[in-house]
């Protein structure tokens, strides 16, 4: 399965665990000049702006490592374009998170 494929799946499945924690998905795939976020979602007055990473195995290490510091800071000034785009429309958030979401779809082999 190519990467892209991959990913998308990954940002599915981090869209139903999410929705089954009660957020509610407010914009995947968010781009603007500044960056781009995975998945946005509320839940109350939280707003988290999600980075979702995929991998088929950990072999090398978790998913949440390959966020450096350059893509939290591609992540956190699309963040501002978003809630300047919701500001105009009346919404602010009470709090805002920026999360990674780790999905790993590990094949073990001869496991038993």
Known sequence: MDNIKLGRIGEETA????????????QKNYKCSMGE???IAAKG???SFIEV?????RAYGRPCESVG?????HIK????CYLKEMEKKGYVPGRVS???????????????
């Open 98 to 112: 920026f999360d990674v979401m780790e999905i790993t779809a590990e094949h073990i082999t001869a496991a038993f």
């Open 77 to 80: 000034n699309a963040a501002v």
């Open 15 to 26: 869209a139903e665990i999410l929705r089954s924690k009660g957020f509610q998905i407010l």
């Open 53 to 57: 990473k995929t991998r088929q195995s």
């Open 69 to 73: 510091k350059d893509k939290q800071k």
């Open 37 to 39: 976020v995975d998945i």
């Open 45 to 47: 007055s939280l707003i």
